[in-house]
């Protein structure tokens, strides 16, 4: 496949148009990325998804359901199936939240792809968080479908105070937030001089 060409007017000398071919790989780095550059985020979204899905089996197979597997002072591994959202949200509602939480995912994960596909090429931070909020709802959303809850195993606790139980998916979505809170904070703070 040849190289992407877009071919914009410009004006002569004498005042005449004239047609200026412009190589996309010699783009500005604010121009948006050719699908190759979006392509690159999307990897890491799978990678998230592959890490999430690969340690949710892992946990199914080595850790007891009636017995917690302690790491660490402060770090247990627990079996846990949460039908909600984070922090348990819904998770007593009967049963509709599958369908809702699917299709949040759905519809979140289609805006996040459409919006890494615009990103301009040197907004790297922002691509990175939402590269890892849309495998972080992917990887959870493939429970739900599978399962109708979410496979939950690190329990991280301090002084006998137990916050709830997680897993990667949820943590790529936790850093995610925190990149897009640094980026709305700082809106400079990925350009590149």
């Known amino acids: 496949m040849g190289e992407e060409k877009s071919v914009q007017p410009s004006i002569d000398k004498d005042g005449s148009t ?3 071919s412009d190589i996309r790989a010699d783009a500005p780095p604010d121009a948006p990325p050719t699908s190759r550059g979006a ?3 999307l990897w890491c979204s799978l990678a998230v998804v592959i890490a999430d899905q690969l340690t949710k089996i892992a946990a199914l197979l080595w ?10 002072p402060m770090l247990n591994l627990v079996l ?17 939240q ?9 519809a979140v994960s289609a805006l996040v792809v459409r919006w890494l596909y615009t990103m ?5 931070l922002m691509s990175c968080a939402l590269s890892l909020l849309l495998g972080g709802a992917i990887g959870n959303m493939i429970d739900r479908i599978h399962l109708g809850a979410v496979i939950d195993f690190i329990d991280v606790h301090v002084a006998g105070r137990h916050w709830p139980a997680f897993n990667v ?4 979505i936790c850093i995610g937030v925190v990149l897009l ?10 350009s590149e001089d």
């Open 18 to 20: 004239a047609e200026l």
């Open 39 to 41: 392509l690159k985020w």
């Open 63 to 72: 850790i007891d359901p009636l017995a917690p597997k302690a790491l660490a």
């Open 80 to 96: 846990a199936y949460n039908p909600g959202a984070a922090f348990s949200i819904l998770s007593t509602a009967g049963g509709w």
């Open 98 to 106: 599958r369908g809702l939480f699917i299709g949040l995912a759905l």
């Open 120 to 124: 301009p090429r040197n907004q790297r």
């Open 169 to 172: 998916a949820d943590s790529a």
């Open 181 to 190: 809170m640094i980026c709305t904070l700082r809106p400079n703070s990925d």
